[in-house]
T-cell receptor
Framework: DGGITQSPKYLFRKEGQNVTLSCEQN?????MYWYRQDPGQGLRLIYY???????QKGDIAEGYSVSREKKESFPLTVTSAQKNPTAFYLC??????????????FGAGSRLTVL | AQRVTQPEKLLSVFKGAPVELKCNYS??????LFWYVQYSRQRLQLLLR??SRESIKGFTADLNKGETSFHLKKPFAQEEDSAMYYC???????????FGKGTRLHILP
């Protein structure tokens, strides 16, 4: 299935290392998002980007960084400053700016485990 | 501050019984409310949004601004409704979208 592709699906990292999660979309959506999904915590917004070369912090941005150099791509870096990085990460996109429909399309997710 | 509250972590309902998943929100402005669903081994997907005022898979939700609620309802539960349900909120002119903690709906045979 197309739309939003997240990679890798599973990732292991040692403490103290940075890791970058990839998110690519071919839907021509302007806005893209990163959420963290933990059991009992729901989805918490890390960063979102409404347009190329611009992004805003979400509710839990500390220890994370993003870039938006291309419309199709919104990579997330989990830095060593993130105190509890083991989680399931979801990327999403939104066509609101182009079609007016405020609807998120989600990727399949990336599971990061810090050893 | 923006906030979405789903008070129930787990809701177990017998097949054929009515279902109500609760969602309350806090937002200073005009919100747009959504319900997203995640079935087992599937991606998170939109179920419905208040602006559309539609019924999807028998589910409806009405935005009650006085009670700041957007409860999801279905008159007769089906086994295939078992899933994780998330209530979400954004501003009408804001791309920031936040979610509640989710409610797991378990339909008993």
């Amino acid at each position: 299935d197309g739309g939003i592709t997240q990679s890798p699906k599973y990732l292991f990292r040692k403490e103290g290392q940075n890791v970058t999660l990839s998110c690519e979309q071919n839907l021509n959506h302007d806005a893209m998002y990163w959420y963290r999904q933990d059991p009992g915590q729901g989805l918490r917004l890390i960063y979102y980007s409404q347009i190329v070369n611009d992004f805003q912090k979400g509710d839990i941005a500390e220890g994370y960084s993003v870039s938006r150099e291309k419309k199709e791509s919104f990579p997330l870096t989990v830095t060593s400053a993130q105190k509890n990085p083991t989680a399931f990460y979801l990327c999403a996109s939104n066509p609101r700016a182009t079609s007016g429909a405020n609807v998120l399309t989600f990727g399949a997710g990336s599971r990061l485990t810090v050893l | 501050a923006q906030r979405v509250t789903q008070p129930e972590k787990l809701l177990s309902v017998f097949k054929g019984a009515p279902v109500e998943l609760k969602c309350n929100y806090s937002y200073s402005g005009s919100p747009e409310l959504f319900w997203y669903v995640q079935y087992s081994r599937q991606r998170l997907q939109l179920l419905l949004r208040h602006i559309s005022r539609e019924s999807i898979k028998g589910f409806t939700a009405d935005l009650n601004k006085g009670e700041t609620s957007f409860h999801l309802k279905k008159p007769f539960a089906q086994e295939e409704d078992s899933a994780m349900y998330y209530c979400a909120l954004s501003g009408l002119r804001d791309d920031k979208i936040i979610f509640g903690k989710g409610t797991r709906l378990h339909i008993l045979p």
